[in-house]
């Protein structure tokens, strides 16, 4: 059975950091592109960050573009989303994704597999 669990969101002021934590069971991340995105009330899933197979490729929305960054773990079986110096924009239930196409995309159709989301608020 394949599953994607995401962790590490929480409540945060302005201008704080958080790491999240995806991890996969019963399929190994390495041979999966990985997307990550965040859905705010009212608003459609967008795609924040992706991840190519071999790592060299990664990209970002223009929203989050230099305060996001993705990562894998092989060994862990993990990705990671390290998001620094949070703003109230970026409140929302934050979603992993992986795809067996090796690229990664922004687009939420682009994926196959998806977690159950962990909340992040931003408030001062």
């Known amino acids: 059975q394949r599953q994607l669990v995401e962790s590490g969101g929480g409540w945060v002021q302005p201008g704080e950091r958080l790491r999240l934590s995806c991890k996969a069971s019963?399929?190994?991340?390495?041979?999966?592109?990985i997307g990550w995105f965040r859905q705010a009330p009212g608003k459609e899933r967008e795609g924040v960050s992706c991840?190519?197979?071999?790592?060299?490729?990664?990209g970002y929305a223009d929203s989050v573009q230099g305060r996001f960054t993705i990562s894998r773990d092989h060994a862990k079986n993990t990705i990671y989303l390290q998001i620094d110096n949070l703003q109230a924009a970026d409140t929302a239930v934050y979603y992993c994704?992986?795809?067996?196409?090796?690229?990664?995309?922004?687009?939420?159709?682009?994926?196959?597999?998806w977690g159950q989301g962990t909340q992040v608020t931003v408030t001062s």
């Open positions: 994704a992986a795809d067996r196409n090796p690229g990664g995309t922004l687009t939420k159709a682009t994926y196959d597999y």
């Open positions: 991840i190519g197979i071999g790592g060299d490729s990664t």
């Open positions: 019963g399929f190994r991340l390495r041979y999966y592109a």
